[in-house]
């Protein structure tokens, strides 16, 4: 199995590099993910048997996320795009900054720990890069999937980033590496909030949620269903979208073409810490049906 799955991941890193070689459009981007019709229907389960037939590529991570690489794949089937995420995660963390009990003092007092997380942006406007704030404006559309805040509801929070090289409505500074500054703003897409923290004022179990998950959430918020299931030290998440929402704070994805995508992963870390991949082109020979 694992000798299939590295002679797979070979041959469509070769069909990759040979579409990046043929068509020359794309010089940020390192690697192409090829999202053909899907040859079976798939289903958010985390059960990887339905990707059967799809091939897919190991894209390398770098930064301080504790992840190295993941392996992704694509598909259109009825006119939605599909994606899978592979990456190994030795534990599994599930609670995000929930409140421990402390015997001492009577009360909760919030823990250090972080929920697993990971996210896909696509290009919509101007200079796209993998970086927030490496001195490129540019308009992103973001697929965060989140292990406590979004999965339970079966979704991945969508929302936008906005970089500008000037100041803005609801905008922050960030310095850039090369000693400049970035205005950025990461504003939810419209709908319904997906969570909000909760108090207890009284002991119930000794860990306790910081957060009480929307489970209905609607409008474009929650245009992305999302399942990630961890199991054996890895995390397998499947995310799906429309091609075309429809909505102006997304992206639309054609059914034949190219746009420019970028990951990142999260592995018990705070949201500055992250293991992020160069830029990526996503290649869609789909028909969309």
Not at 59 to 76: D, H, T
Not at 246 to 268: M, R, T
């Given at each position: 199995m694992l000798k299939d799955n590295l002679s797979r991941l070979a041959g469509a890193a070769a069909v990759s590099c040979l579409v990046m070689a043929g068509?020359?459009?794309?010089?940020?981007?390192?690697?192409?993910?090829?999202?053909?019709?899907?040859?079976?229907e798939i289903t958010l389960d985390g059960n990887t048997a339905d990707w059967d037939g799809v091939a897919g590529i190991m894209v390398p991570l770098s930064g301080k996320g504790g992840v190295n690489s993941v392996e992704m794949r694509a598909a259109i089937k009825d006119g939605r795009i599909y994606v899978l995420a592979i990456w190994d995660d030795s534990s599994q963390n599930i609670l995000h900054k929930p409140y421990k009990w402390n015997e001492g003092a009577g009360e909760y007092k919030k823990d250090k720990q972080k929920e697993d997380r990971f996210a896909l942006s696509l290009r919509m406007s101007g200079t796209f890069s993998a970086s927030k704030i490496d001195g490129s404006p540019f308009e992103a559309d973001v697929w965060h999937w989140k292990a406590s805040r979004s999965n339970p509801a079966g979704i991945a929070h969508d929302k936008m980033w906005k970089v500008s090289k000037k100041p803005f409505e609801k905008a922050k500074e960030w310095p850039t590496p090369n000693g400049g500054v970035v205005y950025l703003a990461r504003i939810s897409d419209e709908g319904d909030r997906l969570y909000k923290p909760v108090k207890y004022s009284v002991k119930r179990d000794d860990i306790m949620s910081r957060y009480e998950v929307n489970l209905t959430a609607s409008g474009s918020i929650a245009d992305v269903q999302a399942k990630g299931v961890w199991r054996n030290g890895r995390w397998y998440l499947e995310m799906a979208r429309d091609l075309d929402t429809g909505h102006s704070d997304d992206a639309a994805i054609p059914a034949s073409g190219s746009i420019e995508i970028a990951v990142a992963a999260f592995n018990n870390v705070d949201g500055r810490k992250h293991s992020v991949s160069e830029v990526l082109t996503l290649r869609t020979y789909g028909s969309g049906s």
């Amino acid at each position: 199995m694992l000798k299939d799955n590295l002679s797979r991941l070979a041959g469509a890193a070769a069909v990759s590099c040979l579409v990046m070689a043929g068509t020359g459009t794309n010089a940020n981007a390192s690697q192409a993910l090829i999202a053909s019709t899907a040859p079976q229907e798939i289903t958010l389960d985390g059960n990887t048997a339905d990707w059967d037939g799809v091939a897919g590529i190991m894209v390398p991570l770098s930064g301080k996320g504790g992840v190295n690489s993941v392996e992704m794949r694509a598909a259109i089937k009825d006119g939605r795009i599909y994606v899978l995420a592979i990456w190994d995660d030795s534990s599994q963390n599930i609670l995000h900054k929930p409140y421990k009990w402390n015997e001492g003092a009577g009360e909760y007092k919030k823990d250090k720990q972080k929920e697993d997380r990971f996210a896909l942006s696509l290009r919509m406007s101007g200079t796209f890069s993998a970086s927030k704030i490496d001195g490129s404006p540019f308009e992103a559309d973001v697929w965060h999937w989140k292990a406590s805040r979004s999965n339970p509801a079966g979704i991945a929070h969508d929302k936008m980033w906005k970089v500008s090289k000037k100041p803005f409505e609801k905008a922050k500074e960030w310095p850039t590496p090369n000693g400049g500054v970035v205005y950025l703003a990461r504003i939810s897409d419209e709908g319904d909030r997906l969570y909000k923290p909760v108090k207890y004022s009284v002991k119930r179990d000794d860990i306790m949620s910081r957060y009480e998950v929307n489970l209905t959430a609607s409008g474009s918020i929650a245009d992305v269903q999302a399942k990630g299931v961890w199991r054996n030290g890895r995390w397998y998440l499947e995310m799906a979208r429309d091609l075309d929402t429809g909505h102006s704070d997304d992206a639309a994805i054609p059914a034949s073409g190219s746009i420019e995508i970028a990951v990142a992963a999260f592995n018990n870390v705070d949201g500055r810490k992250h293991s992020v991949s160069e830029v990526l082109t996503l290649r869609t020979y789909g028909s969309g049906s």
